[in-house]
């Protein structure tokens, strides 16, 4: 998969992690392609490792769940470490 296919799929893959998961993480569309393509990358080294498949072709249904799925994942650790700065003590 080319550079600019991966950057898509990662800005997909983010976006609908984001429409998924219930409440409010910060950052736009940026923080969104970032958390998204480390999120495929994620997915992709997890389906290499427990599956043995990888983020081979960009219209294969297995390269889309784990992109998602690794999004998932990092955005859930995304917003446990950003979730922790915002809270005030009192």
Partial sequence: MGFLA?????LIAGAI????LPGKQGGGWI???I???VGAIL?????GMIFGVGLNEFWS???WA???GGAIIVLLIYGLIV???SKVRD
């Fill in 6 to 10: 991966f950057l898509i799929l990662g």
């Fill in 17 to 20: 992690a984001k429409l998924i």
């Fill in 31 to 33: 923080v969104t392609l």
């Fill in 35 to 37: 958390l998204g393509v």
């Fill in 43 to 47: 997915g992709g080294w997890l389906g």
């Fill in 61 to 63: 249904l297995s390269t």
């Fill in 66 to 68: 784990l992109a998602i």
């Fill in 83 to 85: 979730g922790r700065g």
